[in-house]
C-alpha cells in the first residue's frame, strides 16, 4: 500500500493556493515523486477550523521523505509557500490500508480513530464492509493507519471525498447503526475520536 505524508498549515491565501495548484503545482509534486496530491480546508473542526490539510501520496516513505526535501529545494513551490503565507503547523505520515471509489468531490470528511492496530487484511475486510454502506454518500474512501504523528491520540484516520455533507452524514450514520460495524470497532478496539469537515482546493 501507498504511503500519505500530510501537512497541517494555516494560509493566507487557501484559495490561491489551490488556484496555483491546479494550474501548475500539482504536476510539479508528481515530477517530485507525488503519486498523488489534494488540499482540503477545514470548515468545521473545533480549533482545528480553518487549517489547511495538503495530502501527497507517494509509493514508499523514503519516497515521502524525499518529497519533503524536494518541496523545500524547489524555488517555484518555496515562491508559492511563501505568496499564499503558508505557516506549517505539523506533519505526518501515515500508511494506505484501505482504498475505495475516487478522491473526488467539493467536500471531504476526516474520521480520526484511536486504538488498536489491525492487520491490513483485516482493515481492507473491515473498511469494504464499511464502504459498502459509505458509497452511498461518497464519491471515494481512504483508510490510513498511523506511521508517524508524533505525541498524537490517534491510531489511524478514515477519509472521505462526497458532493454533499448531508448525503454523506447520512450514509455514515447508516453504517454506524450496522450490527456488523459494532462488532468489527468491538474486535479491533477501535473508537471514534472526532470528525473534520472541508471543502477541498483541489
Do not use: C
Not at 494560509?11 to 501548475?24: L, Q
Not at 504536476?27 to 473545533?46: K, N, P
Not at 464519491?139 to 472521505?160: D, E, I, K, R, S
Amino acid at each position: 500500500m501507498s504511503f500519505v505524508y500530510i501537512v497541517v498549515a494555516k494560509m493566507g491565501d487557501a484559495e490561491g493556493f489551490g488556484t496555483a495548484a491546479e494550474e501548475w503545482a500539482a504536476d510539479r509534486l508528481m515530477e517530485m515523486g507525488a503519486v498523488s496530491s489534494t488540499a482540503t480546508e477545514v470548515i468545521m473542526g473545533g480549533e482545528m477550523a480553518g487549517s489547511v490539510f495538503v495530502s501527497f501520496e507517494t509509493a514508499t516513505a523514503d519516497a515521502a521523505m524525499d518529497l519533503q526535501s524536494k518541496i523545500y529545494a524547489d524555488d517555484k513551490m518555496v515562491a508559492l509557500m511563501r505568496d499564499t503565507q503558508v505557516q506549517v503547523l505539523r506533519r505526518g505520515l501515515m500508511r494506505v490500508q484501505a482504498d475505495f471509489g475516487v478522491r473526488e468531490g467539493a467536500y471531504s470528511s476526516a474520521l480520526y480513530l484511536g486504538g488498536g492496530m489491525v492487520d491490513d487484511a483485516t482493515a481492507l475486510a473491515n473498511f469494504s464492509h464499511n464502504w459498502s454502506h459509505v458509497q452511498e454518500g461518497a464519491n471515494g474512501l481512504t483508510a490510513m493507519q498511523v506511521v508517524a504523528q508524533g505525541p498524537a491520540p490517534f491510531t489511524g484516520a478514515v477519509a472521505t471525498w462526497a458532493d454533499s455533507i448531508d448525503a454523506l452524514l447520512a450514509a455514515s450514520a447508516k453504517n454506524f447503526a450496522d450490527p456488523k460495524v459494532h462488532e468489527m470497532m468491538a474486535t479491533s478496539g477501535t473508537t471514534v475520536l472526532g470528525r473534520v469537515l472541508g471543502r477541498r482546493l483541489y
